[in-house]
């Protein structure tokens, strides 16, 4: 591999709160453990040197006045949407600055539905989904996911199609892949939901920030590609963020072909007068999506794909009682440990306390909407992979 993706990171003091902070409250690690940053959906690899190489360029200017986006700016993604996900006919008008995925979906919130009406979303769900909508005044409807007979998690479309009706919903957000269970839907899915979507007369929010994070065998079907009409009536979210480790630098984007969709977001995004774009996020994008960048994502997922495979088959194999489908995109495990807990007679708040004492920083799933979930951020490098699932062998799922 021409990048690193297996040296081991000090980021200690380097704003990380993935390696300084453990979110199981009341918990320490105890002496002798090394802390293995497995929460929140943050890289613990080096991200691609052509971003950082970019960035110091235009730092070394000393002028960081008003701007505006450059032609290299929507050049650049109008370039990636093509190369990565095959998009043609993407035009720099169809592009808008967000400042992060949320933000877009806070503004369409405002921009298309009123306060006290109901909203649908897959269950699990992604927990910025549930902060965003509740904290607008709306309601959550839930249309839960199943796990089929392999395994694989689906969309119920009846369900979401009942729920629609039954409360009169005309705004949906769509995950793909899903957070947080892993799942890259097919092309068939996918015109499935839009076609439910359709005749409900949705708006739909298609949050796409983990689409070039496909691990093997996989592909992503960008929403707004299975109809003409899919095209129209979807506002898609992106952001180098995820692929690249750039939550720190703040910078998404929509992609919106319809004129009076486009128009509305913009006006409510304007409105706060926050959702302006960052210098140093915008060259950051131009750097992160050169083809050096493709060559980093393209060996990034191949690593991805292998922590996965071996953490998935090692969790099976050596924790009875813990259960999850295998991701195909994202780098992060939803852990079912229900037949664990009740197996063991040890609750989930006790559980979680066990994986953070011994290193091990895990996050709490239950928000995401499973009583007994745990969600595994597998991105780091290997070694530490190996070293987790030990540990949470030895020390909590098998302890003696």
Known sequence: MKYDFTSIMDRKGKDSIAVDNIPIPGVTVKEGFSKIPMWVADMNFPTVPTIVEEVIKRA??????????????????????????????????AIGYENGVLG???????????????????????????????????????????RDENGVWRMDYEDMDRKLKENHIHFAIFCSPHNPTGRVWEKEEIEKAMEV???????????????????????????QTVSEDARQRTIAIYAPSKTFNLAGLIGSYHIVYNPYLRDRLDAEARSTHYNSMNVLSMHALIGAYKPEGEQWVDELCEVLTDNVNYAYDYILSHFEGVTLAKP????????????????????????????????????DGRP???????RLNLAVPHSLVVEAMDRMDRYVFNAK
């Not at 995401?368 to 745990?374: H, K, T």
């Open 60 to 93: 070394q200017h000393p002028a960081f006045g008003y701007f505006s986006p450059s032609d290299a700016y929507f050049d650049s993604i109008i370039r990636w949407q093509k190369i990565r996900h095959g998009v043609e006919g993407l035009t720099k008008e």
């Open 104 to 146: 877009c979906v806070a503004s369409a919130l405002r921009a298309f539905t009123a306060p006290g009406e109901p909203i649908l979303l897959h269950s699990p769900t992604y927990i910025g989904f549930t902060g965003t909508v509740n904290n607008a005044g709306r309601k959550i409807v839930h249309s839960e996911l199943y």
């Open 197 to 223: 979507y359709r005749k409900n007369d949705c708006v739909v929010v298609s949050d796409e920030i983990w689409s070039d994070l496909i691990l093997g065998g996989h592909e992503h079907i960008p929403t």
């Open 328 to 363: 195909q995109g994202t780098y992060m495990l939803y852990l079912d440990c229900e037949g664990w807990c009740k197996a063991h007679g040890v609750e989930m708040d006790e559980l979680l306390k066990k994986g953070p004492e011994v290193g091990v920083i895990w996050q």
């Open 368 to 374: 995401f909407n499973r009583p007994y979930a745990i």
